[in-house]
């Protein structure tokens, strides 16, 4: 009587098909089972990663691996050596701040004297300016970064020509 190669196992065949798939799937189907049984196993394997990869999706898994993670602050407007926005993608924070700069602005340019009182002195500023410095008192934070979310948003919103 011939002696079974452990190799063809079904414990080591599912094992295989676990750890690593291809060599799986390359025993099973050089295994002396019969045709309907390598189909099956090879269709319920198909099951199971399709099934795996739409779990991965609908957790939002991936969204780690294809995103960098949002900072602490809600907002990232550090810049690479050339000058370009490490984090191209918009957040929620940056996002908020630029609409309300947004607003102000179109709001002081709604009126038509932009001067505005600082204790005993009279300055004059452009509308953007004033909106920006509004909004960082607002949220408290500092009027360079929300230019600097404002610059972001505003070039990511413009076309690429």
Do not use: C
């Amino acid at each position: 009587m011939r002696k079974r190669s452990t190799w063809f196992a079904l414990k080591t065949i599912v094992l295989a098909l676990l750890v690593l798939p291809p060599l799986g799937l390359f025993l099973l189907w050089r295994s002396p089972r019969s045709k309907r049984m390598k189909i099956a196993v090879s269709a319920v394997f198909a099951v199971l990663l399709i099934a795996a990869s739409a779990a991965v999706v609908r957790s939002s898994l991936h969204e780690d691996w294809l995103h960098p993670r949002i900072p602490a602050s809600g907002f990232d407007v550090s810049r690479d050596s050339r000058g370009h926005y490490m984090t191209k993608r918009v957040l929620p924070l940056e996002r908020q701040i630029f609409n309300e700069v947004v607003r102000q602005v179109r709001a002081l340019s709604a009126e038509t004297n932009w001067t505005s009182q600082r204790g005993e002195g009279v300055y004059s500023a452009d509308p953007e300016t004033i909106a920006v410095n509004r909004v960082a008192q607002r949220h408290g934070l500092d009027p360079e970064d929300v230019a600097m979310i404002y610059l972001k948003v505003s070039g990511s919103l413009a076309p690429d020509h």
